[in-house]
């Protein structure tokens, strides 16, 4: 693994000081008001911190499904909501050892085990990853997620739900989904969407602040706690994407 690597635990007595993935000094903010809000309901939040440079190698990211900010039904299990490993750790097993981590924790508090979504698309980790650790694929989501779970134990199991249900019942629109969970949401980008889409198509768009994971887990988006939706397709579900909100406006006559 090269240098040694520290792992340092986010608790409500070093949140504010914590390092968190993120652009800028409202990211940082608005992310550590969240992690303050989820720590009560089991979050763990863990850097692994080059000891010999002090930057952070690595991250997760992961609570309880009855209370994770993805929409999956994954009760008694750990969600992983991110794990990432910057470019420059990269091939050393730390993202392995930090996944390995969140099947521990998953394992000792009897749970059934862990999942976590994955993509080919970017701004998530995609399967490889999770294959490599023993996950399986046991479900698929547009607009190109699969659902990785790996089991420690005998239980129910885990899925996406009727994400299309969900979809169907949101109606014709564009709705643009934000939260704080991710420091590089800020929601200055939908409110300038919001704009433009009705100075130049004459839509109102709906913005909505994911505000808890009850609202996360309902979003027709499984990623939760951000996402494009434009007249029932799920065009992107990060940040930037104007590219494929056009051509979604185009293919419904905006």
Not at 34 to 61: F, S
Not at 94 to 117: E, F, N, P, Y
């Amino acid at each position: 693994m090269g240098h040694a690597v520290e792992i340092v635990d986010v608790d409500c007595a070093n949140a504010d000081a914590c390092r968190y993935c993120g652009a800028n000094r409202l990211g940082h903010e608005r992310k550590r008001e969240w992690v303050q809000q989820c720590l009560p309901h089991g979050l763990r939040y863990r850097n692994a911190v080059d000891a010999a440079t002090g930057k952070v190698a690595g991250m997760i990211e992961y609570m309880p499904g009855e209370f994770a900010w993805r929409a999956v039904e994954a009760s008694n299990y750990m969600v992983i909501h991110c794990v990432h490993v910057p470019s420059r750790w990269a091939g050393r097993g730390i993202g392995s050892s930090l996944i390995g981590q969140c099947v521990d924790d998953a394992r000792k508090h009897g749970m059934t085990g862990v999942v976590a979504l994955a993509t080919s698309r970017g701004w998530c980790a995609d399967s490889r990853i999770y294959l490599r650790n023993g996950f399986e694929v046991a479900d698929r989501a547009a607009p190109a997620f699969e659902l990785m779970v790996r089991k420690v134990r005998p239980g129910a199991p885990a899925g996406f739900g009727d994400w299309e249900g969900r979809l169907r019942e949101l109606g014709p629109g564009v709705y643009l989904y934000n939260s704080k969970q991710c420091p590089f949401m800020r929601g200055g980008r939908n409110r300038a969407r919001m704009e433009w889409l009705k100075s130049q198509y004459g839509l109102d768009a709906h913005v909505i602040e994911v505000q808890d994971h009850t609202q996360a887990q309902a979003n027709p988006c499984v990623w939760g706690t951000s996402g494009v939706i434009c007249n029932g397709e799920i065009v992107n579900y990060v940040r930037g994407g104007d590219g494929a909100l056009r051509k979604a406006l185009g293919r419904m006559g905006g």
